[in-house]
T-cell receptor, first 112, second 111 residues
Framework: NAGVTQTPKFQVLKTGQSMTLQCAQD?????MSWYRQDPGMGLRLIHY???????DQGEVPNGYNVSRSTTEDFPLRLLSAAPSQTSVYFC???????????FGPGTRLTVT | RKEVEQDPGPFNVPEGATVAFNCTYS??????FFWYRQDCRKEPKLLMS???SGNEDGRFTAQLNRASQYISLLIRDSKLSDSATYLC????????????FGQGTTLQVKP
């Protein structure tokens, strides 16, 4: 069991570039989420999914898109990167009725 | 205003001290509550779930007060290894898997 994996670990983008942060889990979890973490702000929910084909917005969804075509994968797309999107991004998954949410190791993104 | 709020600290305590963190939540429909621990530059990991009846795990005690909409974490006999950031989280109504986190409280235990 690899748990929750994220790629890449580090990324530097220029303003206006687009990219996809990858997230996969091998625990057959229904629930998956994306968070960003900035100093003093804790974890803020960007988007989440309750199953394949179903996604919803979290606290800070603007500038990000998600899709969930399979149970395993939940990619996060930055459409046009901005310096305000410089952050650490965590993907997480959780089983139905399960309380523990498992996090991936994070992607550190810098937008210049 | 964030849906879940914590005092960010930092809390600086000597080894052996007892320290308490509080966290308030605004969504009265929240049904599940948790404390996570995060070490520097690592992913958060579940410390303990919080139940209405309160729960204890060794030196750690978590409590939920639904009337006042806050949860608490008590750490007794602090160890150097307890130094970390502690994040509280509240689940949404129903079983959506949605989990909202507070800002995190930083604890530094000193010898």
């Amino acid at each position: 069991n690899a748990g929750v994996t994220q790629t890449p670990k580090f990324q530097v983008l220029k303003t206006g570039q687009s990219m996809t942060l990858q997230c996969a889990q091998d625990m057959n979890h229904e629930y998956m989420s994306w968070y960003r973490q900035d100093p003093g702000m804790g974890l803020r929910l960007i988007h989440y999914s309750v199953g394949a084909g179903i996604t919803d917005q979290g606290e800070v969804p603007n500038g990000y898109n998600v899709s969930r075509s399979t149970t395993e994968d939940f990619p996060l797309r930055l459409l046009s990167a901005a310096p305000s999107q410089t952050s650490v991004y965590f993907c997480a998954s959780r089983g139905p009725g399960g309380y523990e949410q498992y996090f991936g190791p994070g992607t550190r993104l810098t937008v210049t | 205003r964030k849906e879940v709020e914590q005092d960010p600290g930092p809390f600086n305590v000597p080894e052996g001290a007892t320290v308490a963190f509080n966290c308030t939540y605004s969504n009265s429909a929240s049904q599940s509550f948790f404390w996570y621990r995060q070490d520097c530059r690592k992913e958060p990991k579940l410390l303990m779930s919080v139940y209405s009846s309160g729960n204890e795990d060794g030196r750690f005690t978590a409590q939920l007060n639904r009337a006042s909409q806050y949860i608490s974490l008590l750490i007794r006999d602090s160890k150097l290894s307890d130094s970390a950031t502690y994040l509280c989280a509240a689940g949404g109504s129903g079983n959506t898997g949605k989990l909202i986190f507070g800002q995190g409280t930083t604890l530094q235990v000193k010898p």
